[in-house]
């Protein structure tokens, strides 16, 4: 176990910058999940953990240790690949002991260890198959089994899961959580899937274009997103967000609506342009006279549990989700409030979060 | 074709069996000659009932040797296999080591050699045949076995086809070898060879039979009958001049160049077929 850090770490192809600097501190046994759009350099920087990427500046430090210069075998780290990355002529047996064999571990150390992660993994039954003559599931299990019989200070994973059906994704997802409980070994976990980022992270880090946009809990990012990018990309359905400016206490948007908001903080100035956003279930159905402003309902879409009614207000998307007993119709009118502690204001230019 | 209309199911029969025959017919004239005695083997038209002298006539081949030289056909079967099997072996070794090179390591020069690997495609034996037979020869390698087969060893063919196969192995299992902690040289032996097998037993069956079946080069390399391959043995057979050809012992000769090629496809055939229609990854 150990704590990774990283100092200014940049990477550029060529003269493409691909990640622009990243600063971090990963304590023992945390578990950070990246997460980001695709191409934003997630993998990138986790192939610059593992030794797989050169470093083009900044440094990378592993337990105490620069590991820039070190070759991926001497970091002490196993990775797990998104297509899992299995010897295909080996069998589960072979394929989890193979690095132990090439670090010259002795036989017997190497079955104990064999044995017990395939005990953890439920693959005691499959080790002597190959990888050919097994499910997605078990192949991503055994993936993991090769990452944990080397007891390493790090584990790496790129995108784990998302080879998987969204049923198996589910259980492996509680899987994971309960090894990292069982091993608490330091994690760092790639995915473009939100909701494994927040169920499975101690803190996530969002990730846009080469620049860290947040890090924090997922409860932290979820309710106060640091900027316009990160509101929109966390949750789902995204944040609405209105654009205007202040008009005293209420906001009026660019095309020239205007619905009282109440509170403003105290940075943003009279006649300030500002971002206002409210997520999809603070909005809350109201009697007419009380509506800040109120939506047509163009589509509803249901998702089990809930629905959300899709509108405009004045050229801007407005999501609000609703009670399934609510009865509302496509064509409706929705009179809409929220709790003005439960918006986000984001600088109009910055995007930054007011 | 899983219908069921009689005429279409006699014409298809109708053209394999032509098919067989054109195949066939010449190989089993050519069996029945060698069981003749060279007196039946002239007469004409010949006949196309097996004769009794197949022993004598393959006993006198495989260790008296016939015609107009006294080389015997074990030995040119033996100079053969022995050339076939250099070549095909040192074609495999050769070529997989450079491809290895040319799709795993960035060194300085890898492009260009790639493309004069990728150019000497185009050149095939007998178009480079005169300047290397000068260089075998100021060498002085005529008349060895090292001239008979290195030469022939060099092989883009077999290159562009690891380097293709080598392309198609995902980056990832590269960089898990990597994470594993495998060398280069560790990982080209516990991994793209294992995976490699099935590619490597297609391709020595071809390079076996095109090693077995070379003539040219031969002919040009070897003065003494003592390194005669069994192709070139046949030819000097019949060139006889004024003495009369022994057709039958021709035949039987033919009959015994035969057999090494299609014992190797008999026994390589599960791996051959495997390894053109399998990508086992
Ligand atoms: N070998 C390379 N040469 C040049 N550019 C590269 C190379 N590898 C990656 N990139 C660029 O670096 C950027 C980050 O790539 P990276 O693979 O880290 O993205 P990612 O966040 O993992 O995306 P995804 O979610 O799709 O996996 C991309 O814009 C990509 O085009
Ligand atoms: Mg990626």
Same mark, same amino acid.
């Given at each position: 176990m150990a704590q990774v850090e990283f100092k200014g770490v940049k990477k550029s192809y060529g003269n493409v910058d691909v990640i622009h600097g990243v600063d971090l501190t990963i304590g023992d046994g945390e578990f950070v999940v990246i997460v980001g759009p695709?191409?934003?350099g997630k993998s990138t920087l986790l192939r610059m953990v593992a030794g797989l990427e050169p470093i083009t500046g900044g440094e990378i430090w592993i337990d105490g240790k620069?590991?820039?210069? &070190?070759e991926p075998k001497d970091r002490d780290i196993a990775m797990v690949f998104q297509n899992y990355a299995l010897y295909p002529h080996m069998t589960v047996r072979q394929n989890m002991s193979y690095g132990l064999k090439i670090r010259k571990m002795s036989e017997a150390d190497i079955s104990a260890r064999v044995a017990k992660a395939a005990e953890i993994l439920e693959l005691a039954h499959l080790l002597? =198959?190959?990888? =050919?003559? &097994?499910s997605g599931g078990q192949r991503q299990r055994v993936a993991m089994g090769r990452a944990i019989v080397r007891e390493p200070k790090v584990f790496l994973f790129d995108e784990p899961l998302s080879n998987l059906d969204a049923k198996l994704r589910v259980d492996m997802r509680l899987e994971m959580q309960k090894l990292h409980q069982e091993l608490k070994v330091t994690s760092l976990y790639v995915t473009h899937d939100q909701i494994e980022a927040m169920t499975l992270s101690d803190r996530m880090l969002v990730m846009n274009s080469g620049i860290i946009e947040q890090v924090g809990t997922p409860k932290e990012v979820y309710e106060r997103p640091a900027s316009l990018f990160v509101a929109n990309f966390i949750g789902t359905p995204a944040m609405n967000q209105i654009w205007g400016v202040r008009a005293g206490q209420s906001l009026k948007t660019d095309q020239g609506d205007m619905f009282h908001v109440g509170e403003f903080p105290s940075t943003i100035d009279n006649g300030g342009r500002v971002a206002l956003g409210v997520r999809p279930e603070h909005l809350q159905l109201v009697p007419e006279a009380q509506a800040r402003f109120s939506i047509a309902i163009q589509m509803i879409e249901w998702v089990g549990a809930d629905a959300y009614a899709y509108g405009q207000f004045a050229n801007y998307r407005v999501i609000c989700r609703l009670d399934n007993a609510t009865g509302a119709r496509v064509g409706d009118r929705l009179p809409l409030s929220f709790d003005p502690m439960r918006v986000h204001w984001f600088d109009a230019d910055t995007g930054k979060r007011i | 074709m899983i219908e069921n209309r009689p005429f279409s199911t006699f014409l298809a029969h109708l053209v394999l069996c032509i098919g067989v025959v054109i195949v066939a017919l010449p190989l089993y004239v050519t069996f029945v000659a060698s069981t003749l005695s060279a007196e039946q083997v002239l007469? $004409?038209?010949? $006949?196309l009932i097996p004769g009794d002298q197949l022993l004598n006539n393959y006993k006198t081949v495989l260790f008296s040797g016939a015609g107009n030289q006294s080389a015997q056909v074990g030995r040119m079967m033996v100079n053969s296999l022995i050339m076939a099997l250099v070549i095909a072996v040192g074609k495999i070794v050769i070529s997989m080591l450079s491809a290895f090179a040319i799709v795993y390591f960035r060194f300085p020069g890898r492009t260009l050699a790639f493309w004069l690997i990728f150019i000497t495609l185009m050149l095939p034996v007998e178009v480079r045949i005169l300047p290397t037979y000068q260089v075998i020869s100021d060498l002085k390698l005529l008349d060895s076995y090292f001239g008979l087969t290195v030469p022939l060893i060099a092989s883009a063919t077999a290159t562009f086809l690891f380097r293709q196969f080598f392309l198609t192995m995902p980056d990832e299992l590269v960089e898990a070898a990597k994470i594993d902690g495998a060398g280069p040289l560790r990982f080209f032996k516990d991994v793209l060879f294992p995976l490699s097998k099935t590619n490597i037993a297609a391709l020595f069956v071809i390079l076996f039979i095109y090693g077995w079946n070379q003539y040219l080069w031969p002919l040009l390399i070897t003065t003494q009958e003592s390194l005669y391959t069994v192709v070139i043995g046949i030819k000097r057979m019949i060139s006889g001049g004024d003495a009369a050809t022994e057709w039958n012992l021709v035949m039987a000769t033919a009959m015994l160049a035969l057999l090494p090629p299609v014992l190797v496809v008999i026994f390589m055939q599960k791996w051959f077929v495997k390894g053109l229609v399998d990508s086992e990854k």
């Open positions: 695709s191409g934003c620069v590991v820039n210069k &070190l002597d =198959r190959t990888p =050919r003559q &097994l | 007469q $004409s038209p010949i $006949s």
